[in-house]
Antibody
């Protein structure tokens, strides 16, 4: 069974940093690109970032570009999101998701984790 | 920035056909994907590459594309299909927007 488990969410003050993690199981992690998607309370989904299977290519939404960094460790079957200079509008449930196509760029999400909550507030 | 437009809500009676649209300039040249999100749960992929259904998704779910408008159709909607539905795509610049979401009521 494919599983993605996010962690690292917390309550932080504006301007501070936070690192999210996602550990996966049930599929060959190094064969797939991965994504981060977020959902503010009561609002819709927003694609945040993607990374190819070999970390050669990374993409970011304009809203987080320059502040967030995505990375992965294939040996640890783990995906990360380093979030700096956090703003109140970054408050959201952050989902880790597997890409639907093996060894491709980050196209679309087919399996999602349950998410981890980030609250940015003073 | 690139936007995908969905109706905020759709309401049908059980057994009726529910139709949810998604419009965006690049949809005629980029695939559309559809996600179902039930209250308090993570999204689930129900349609990929315009009209393909992942394994385990009931065949009452179907997708289509006409020009710059993608459509998710639920034929014979069930009470358990009540959820928020989001379309998703990419544009030529690599942006990856979701539509604003459509709340489907089946009652």
């Amino acid at each position: 069974e494919v599983q993605l488990v996010e962690s690292g969410g917390d309550l932080v003050q504006p301007g501070r940093s936070l690192r999210l993690s996602c550990v996966v199981s049930g599929f060959t992690f190094e064969d797939f690109a991965m994504h981060w998607v977020r959902q503010p309370p009561g609002k819709g989904l927003e694609w945040v970032s993607g990374i190819t299977w070999n970390s050669a290519s990374k993409g970011y939404a304009d809203s987080v570009k320059g502040r967030f960094t995505v990375s992965r460790d294939n040996a640890k079957k783990s995906l990360y999101l380093e979030m700096n200079s956090l703003k109140e509008e970054d408050t959201a449930l952050y989902y880790c998701a597997k890409d639907g196509k093996p060894t491709a760029t980050f196209y679309y999400m087919d399996i999602w984790g349950k998410g981890t909550t980030v609250i940015v507030s003073s | 920035s690139y936007e995908l437009t969905q109706p905020p809500s759709v309401s049908v009676s059980p057994g009726q056909t529910a139709t949810i649209t998604c419009s965006g300039d690049s949809l005629s040249t980029r695939y559309t994907y559809w996600y179902q999100q039930k209250s308090g749960q993570a999204p689930v992929l129900v349609i990929y590459e315009d009209d393909k259904r992942p394994s385990g998704i009931p065949d009452r779910f179907s997708g289509s594309i006409s020009g710059a408008t993608a459509t998710l159709t639920i034929s014979g909607a069930q009470v358990e299909d009540e959820a928020d539905y989001y379309c998703y795509s990419r544009d030529r610049s690599g942006n990856r927007p979701f539509g604003g979401g459509t709340k489907l009521s089946v009652l």
